[in-house]
Nanobody, 124 residues
Framework: QVQLVQSGGGLVQAGGSLRLSCAASGRTANRYNMGWFRQAPGKEREFVSAIRWSGGFTPYADSVKGRFTISRDNAKNTVFLQMNSLKPEDTAVYYC?????????????????WGQGTQVTVSS
């Protein structure tokens, strides 16, 4: 069992930056692959980025490439999403998720544990 607690987010002007954090707890939390997703009002939840527990290739959605960076601190069981050059279309509820599946990157349905979600609002 893994529990995910998110922090960060809020309101920012276009062009600004925010950093989201997701702290995982559980006996083997640092061995889980982690992902970030987002869901805007009236839209389906979509993939943003993911990172293996061991590091390596980190995929990004085309819409955030070059602006967002995912990272993790295994010693602290925490994954981060640094969001720069934010745009109004980045406005959404952001979720972190954890999976122990091997397929890379995992599909949304393959994530077993989810954070509570955090609102990111980018004003124009």
């Amino acid at each position: 069992q893994v529990q995910l607690v998110q922090s960060g987010g809020g309101l920012v002007q276009a062009g600004g930056s925010l950093r989201l954090s997701c702290a995982a707890s559980g006996r083997t939390a640092n061995r889980y692959n982690m992902g970030w997703f987002r869901q805007a009002p009236g839209k389906e939840r979509e993939f943003v980025s993911a990172i293996r527990w061991s590091g390596g290739f980190t995929p990004y959605a085309d819409s955030v490439k070059g602006r967002f960076t995912i990272s993790r601190d295994n010693a602290k069981n925490t994954v981060f999403l640094q969001m720069n050059s934010l745009k109004p279309e980045d406005t959404a509820v952001y979720y972190c998720a954890a999976t122990d599946r091997d397929r890379w990157p995992p599909a949304l349905y393959e994530y077993d544990y989810w954070g509570q979600g955090t609102q990111v609002t980018v004003s124009s």
